[in-house]
């Protein structure tokens, strides 16, 4: 998928869902705008879901879909929460070595990436961390950071399939203007094919995303646009049933599943991802 977008120029919105609400809304956005799709899911959320359920409710919603969603395990530490999607049988992990020293980091994500291969699980490499921490897992601040020379050996050593680079952005709500690097997508892409993956997307401009794509990012991850779209919309629902003392879930999940639906289609808008499913 993300090496298809490469190709044409546009990039895969991944996003991360919380729940079956905010999995069938996002993949209404994409059925309704024929993109593909990733959907993306936290640690935090696999562990409080339980991954046999997180895995069959995918499968369901997934199959009704005429656009193609892939399920993607979005920064995992954690060798054991990796093995255990992968077994599975979810798309794709991004095995997060970014608390590891280099040579811990090689070594790991390329013990990951055999294990995820022989199953047929893609793997998104991070060795470098993406500042902000995201349901509980990273750092404010950057650990570690090596040239993209560096990043292009490793992974070509390690034949891990997707790059997660920093790249300027963080996770979160941006509180002031972050410096972005598509300078540095460009120096990367040169020196390696593997899709480079865009993380901290909310708050960026369609201006930022272009730059960004056209420099060779080929998925962008989504997360804070899809929790502030799902609270705010649950918190005017509210706010209504309270003043009208009227207090009916399905008419609070419908509000959320749609308020949901256009934040998503808005980045597949930006992503320029709409009609190349
Ligand atoms: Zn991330």
Known sequence: MTRDARARGFAVPAVNILDDLSLRAVIAAAVRARSPLIVQVSVKTVRS??????TTTFQSAAERADVPVALHLDHCPD??????????????????????????AERETAEVVAEAHARGVDVES???NIVGVEDGVGSDVALHSYDVA????????????????????????????????????????????????????????????????????????????????????AETHLAGARARDKWDPPSMFRDISDAVTSAIAECIDEFGSAGRA
């Open 79 to 104: 060798r054991a929460v990796i093995s255990d999607v992968v077994r599975a049988g979810w798309s794709s992990v991004l095995f997060d070595a970014s608390d590891r020293s280099l040579d811990d």
């Open 150 to 233: 560096t990043l292009a050996a490793v992974a070509e050593r390690t034949g891990v399939d997707l790059l997660a680079p920093q790249l300027g952005t963080a996770h979160g709500e941006y509180k002031a203007r972050p410096v972005l690097r598509p300078d540095r997508v460009r120096e990367l892409a040169a020196l390696s094919d593997r899709p480079i993956v865009l993380h901290g997307g909310t708050g960026l401009s369609r201006e930022d995303f272009r730059s960004f794509i056209e420099a060779g990012v080929a998925k962008i991850n989504i997360s804070t646009a899809v929790k502030v779209a799902y609270m705010r919309s």
């Open 126 to 128: 991070e060795i470098e």
């Open 49 to 54: 879901v339980g991954t046999d359920l997180m």
